[in-house]
């Protein structure tokens, strides 16, 4: 059934509401650009189907390239939403489809559900069109007063993807001309502007599925992906490191001891480093002899693991200016010491850095006020590298743990019920998944 559908992947816009270097379709969050993020989402919902990605015309061969060796076309849209609708709508011409379905690229969080309900409205319908209900009051505005208040009932935000027979929607467009298409904001608009007594059905839409815009967006998809990832399951297939070589700091204790136990039995060549044994991740140099030590040894090292970390609960004005250096020596200056160590093995490699924050990295705590800004700079240090180290091959993650039966927490919350916390096993397990994938970028909480 899905031959019969064409999909169309607006990103010609220039996002200069976003005020960023670059148009918001190619902003990287979680490892990729959003444009990516939004392809992904309809090819693996119809990995046969045509996809078509329209684009500013100084980005094509930019974008041609980022989606080489897929099935992808990629054109070249307008200035406008409605003329790069338009572009698609013309370059399907020619092997016309009996269904377009047409998504924002700044909308990556499009939902499988979603899709599945337009292609099936579209069976009885000419045009669909997906919305939720407002959980606002509207107004109506008249010279800076109110003229009405609606009532809600009746309210809904339109998203996208919006669906149409292609040859009513090509209609449409070529009915009302260049001139008039500005005056729409989207197809659904323009569909029954040359159709007012045809019906529109309406697909349930969801509050995930939002559209990158402004500043404040960026933030939410973070979180938003952040969350997706805490889906990502320990309890899956079993576990193949062989022929794999991994250096763990922090591996003597807590999570980096159950991550040394788990690699080794899936076959991993490990090697546990820690202050115990003589690597202190808050000397670089200790941190650069153990690489090379590592490389002479084995030839290559496919995985760093960065588990260290140090907790001294307290209010920071009774904290020593010492216990704080050592906070921020061992929990952020570590995880840049390890990264900048590790990239040259790494990019030989192509292999992955893992870093650990804390859930306390999206709020600042009472009591532990230096291990949480640590945390949240780790977060961005590996958002960043991600990024950074791309073109190198080198996939950087992070693991944001929740509260963590280990020797740490405990010396620090006496008391607790042990039976409410995480194993740090568990913890481990989901850490070697996200080792064995391809992934970069991902901030996965467990």
Not at 51 to 66: G, H, K, N, Q, W
Not at 387 to 398: F, K, L, P, T, Y
Not at 400 to 410: E, L
């Amino acid at each position: 059934m899905l031959n019969d559908f064409a999909f169309v992947l607006l990103a010609g816009g220039s996002g200069t509401r976003l005020d960023a270097p670059v148009p918001k379709q190619f902003i990287r969050v979680a490892g990729k650009t959003i444009l990516e993020h939004s392809y992904a989402c309809l090819a693996s919902f119809a990995p046969q189907a045509r996809i078509l990605i329209t684009v500013p015309a100084d980005s094509l061969e930019f974008v041609r390239e980022m989606f080489k060796g897929t099935p992808a076309e990629v054109i070249v849209g307008g200035s406008s939403r409605q003329d790069s609708a338009w572009a698609a709508l013309r370059h399907l011409k020619d092997a016309a489809p009996r269904h377009v379905i047409l998504h924002d690229a700044a909308r990556p969080f499009l939902d499988h559900q979603i899709i599945h309900e337009v292609v099936a409205a579209l069976q009885t319908c000419d045009a669909v069109d997906v919305a939720i209900k407002t959980a606002d009051t509207i107004i109506v505005e008249r010279d800076g007063f109110i003229q009405n208040i609606p009532k809600r009932d009746h309210i809904f935000r339109g998203q996208t993807p919006q669906g149409f027979r292609y040859a009513a929607l090509l209609q449409c467009y070529e009915e009302l001309g260049q001139e008039k298409l500005g005056g729409f904001t989207d197809d659904c608009g323009i569909y029954l502007a040359c159709n007012p007594l045809s019906p529109v059905r309406i697909v349930k839409g969801s509050s995930e599925n939002i559209k990158i815009t402004d500043a404040v967006d960026l933030v939410l998809a973070d979180e938003l992906f952040r969350i997706r990832q805490q889906r990502r399951s320990p309890n899956l297939s079993g576990l193949d490191f062989k022929g794999r070589h991994a250096l763990v700091f922090g591996g003597s204790l807590g999570i980096g001891k159950a991550i040394v136990q788990v690699l080794e039995e899936a076959g991993c060549i490990v090697r546990s480093l820690s202050r115990r044994n003589g690597c202190d991740v808050a000397d670089p140099a200790q941190v650069a002899a153990a690489l090379a030590a590592a490389q002479a040894d084995w030839g290559r090292v496919d995985h760093v693991v960065n588990a260290a970390g140090l907790l001294m609960k307290g209010p920071l004005a009774t904290q020593s200016a010492q216990d704080v250096a050592q906070q921020v020596a061992v929990n952020l200056l570590g995880a840049l010491n390890v990264a900048q160590c590790s990239h040259a093995a790494l990019k030989a490699s192509r292999g992955m850095l893992l870093q650990f924050s804390s859930s306390s990295f999206t709020r600042g705590r009472a009591e532990y006020s230096a291990y949480s800004a640590c945390k949240a700079g780790v977060v961005n240090l590996t958002q960043a590298l991600a990024d950074e180290w791309m073109a190198d091959g080198i996939r950087v993650n992070c693991i944001v743990p929740g509260r963590t039966d280990t020797a740490m927490r405990r010396s620090n919350f006496s008391g607790e019920d042990s039976r409410t916390l995480l194993s740090p096993y568990e913890v481990a397990l989901t850490a070697a998944k996200l080792m064995s994938s391809n992934d970069t970028g991902v901030v996965a909480r467990v």
